[in-house]
């Protein structure tokens, strides 16, 4: 299906850091545009095309999303308490 229906997710700050980090396959390269477009719109930075990081609470709509778009197995989100190294990013 090459249909993803197209949202604004509620985006509100978190105290804690969050890694979104993605491997979707090169056959639905729809589906990571559309993601990178929303990881945007949220207000995540991008570390690499597949690695985004922000002070944000992760809508649970876009879990659903990721889950009706069969997409959960490629995806890991990832809450950090410390930051260490990666402190000068934020």
Request: no cysteine; hydrophobic share 40%.
């Amino acid at each position: 299906d090459q249909r993803i229906l197209i949202r604004t997710y509620p985006s509100e700050k978190g105290s804690e850091l969050v890694i979104v980090s993605f491997d979707i396959p090169e056959n639905v390269r729809f589906k990571r545009e559309w993601l990178r477009s929303v990881l945007k719109n949220l207000g995540l930075r991008m570390l690499q095309k597949s690695v985004w990081i922000g002070k944000i609470k992760i809508p649970e709509e876009l879990v659903d999303d990721l889950r009706r778009y069969n997409l959960l197995q490629f995806v890991e989100i990832f809450s950090v308490g410390k930051t260490g190294t990666i402190k000068h990013v934020i």
